[in-house]
Nanobody, 126 residues
Framework: VQLQASGGGLVQAGGSLRLSCVAS?????????????MGWFRQAPGKEREFVGV????????RFADSVKGRFTISRDNAKNTMYLRMNDLKPEDTAVYYC???????????????WGQGTLVTVSS
């Protein structure tokens, strides 16, 4: 599955953004977008990539990092091969490159995600 994240930009603290992650129609040998749990990760300059949130393949279950809980939501539309990350009440510490990724496991561990998008930059000014 090929993934492409978009929607990043510059926003003031307290503002909102919605990121999108679109999967290509190409599939792996056996799976399509709807077969994967989808995660969002982020990497700030000089820091390691960190888990943001994950949504189950059904769209029913989600899990978030404590740092974004209550501010970020994830949704998906399997008919459109698209996942979304809605970010509200953004803070300067949310500044990072945001990546989407797919996994067959329900996990927060980056190494368990096999396919990654190219990343989209979110900058939050104070």
């Amino acid at each position: 599955v090929q993934l492409q994240a978009s929607g990043g930009g510059l926003v003031q603290a307290g503002g909102s953004l919605r990121l999108s992650c679109v999967a290509s129609d190409r599939t792996s040998a056996e799976r399509t977008f709807a077969d994967y749990n989808m995660g969002w990760f982020r990497q700030a300059p000089g820091k390691e990539r960190e888990f943001v949130g994950v949504i189950s393949w059904t769209g029913i279950n989600t899990r978030f990092a404590d740092s974004v809980k209550g501010r970020f939501t994830i949704s998906r539309d399997n008919a459109k091969n698209t996942m979304y990350l809605r970010m509200n009440d953004l803070k300067p510490e949310d500044t990072a490159v945001y990546y989407c990724a797919s996994s067959t496991a329900w996990t927060t561990v980056p190494n368990a995600y096999g396919y990654w998008g190219q990343g989209t930059l979110v900058t939050v000014s104070s």
